[in-house]
Every structure is written in C-alpha cells, then in structure tokens.
C-alpha cells in the first residue's frame, strides 16, 4: 500500500496533496477538496486480488484525470470527462457530435457515480450535458 500512497502523493506534490493515513489504514474511500482540486477516491481488489486506489481528480485549470494506481506502484488511465467535441458547419452533423460527446460523458458520470464519486465541480457538470434538463411531459 505504501507505492499507492507514495505514487499518489508524487502526482500531487507540487499542492502538497496526500492521502488521508487513516483512509489509508481502513482502506476508505473519500475525497480532498484543496488547492483547487477536487479529488476522489476509493480503494479496491481486481479480480487477481491485487489492491490498487482509483481516484478521479478535477481542477480547473486542466483536464479531469482518473486513474488507477495499484499496489505495485503501476498505473492505468480510466475513462475521464472531456471537455472538447468536434464541431461542424452541418447543423444536423453538429447535433449528432455534441450528442455524441454528451452520451459519452453521462457513461462516464455513471462509472464514477459506481464507485461513489458523487461531487462534481461546474465544469464537471456542463460537460456532463447534466445543465439540460430532459422533461417528459
């Protein structure tokens, strides 16, 4: 667990961000809102058994990221919100991109909603389509 933590806190180091110890310990997930980032986490076992922590970080200043750091040290990239789709002149071609984009991140908003990261920043939010109501009346 310590390569999680140590990795974690390399990305981070610039804004002195750690992992909470006691969250550590206990294996809890939870989230660190500081120095504009809002980070969340949760740990877990893959299917081999192996730990690993999946945190999905936000700032305004850059692109979500969400990733996984397992035990070992080693990380993958998980499925983040974008925040740019492809446009066109075509108005009819236009709508099928931005529904594009916007389906896209509403699977993504579901995947972090699994994993209880249910805090979302404004950026977060418009890129989710999630500002567009839908109303069956």
């Known amino acids: 667990m310590n390569l999680i933590a140590d990795t974690f806190a390399k990305r981070f180091a610039h804004w002195e961000i750690i992992l909470p110890e006691e969250d550590i ?50 990380e993958e990239s998980l499925p983040a919100l974008s925040s740019m789709f492809l446009v066109s002149d075509d108005p009819v071609k236009a709508k099928q991109l931005e529904g594009k984009y916007e389906e896209r991140n509403r699977k993504v908003v579901e995947l972090l909603n699994e994993k209880g990261f249910d805090k979302f920043t404004i950026n977060m939010f418009l890129h989710a389509g999630m500002d567009k109501e839908t109303k069956n009346e």
Not at 33 to 57: H, N, P, R, S, T
């Open 25 to 74: 310990k206990t294996r809890s997930g939870g989230y660190i809102q500081y120095a504009g980032w809002l980070i969340q986490y949760c740990f877990g076992k893959d299917e081999m058994g192996v730990e690993y922590l999946d945190y999905y970080a936000a700032h305004r200043m850059t692109d979500d990221s969400h990733i996984r750091i397992y035990e070992d040290g080693r």
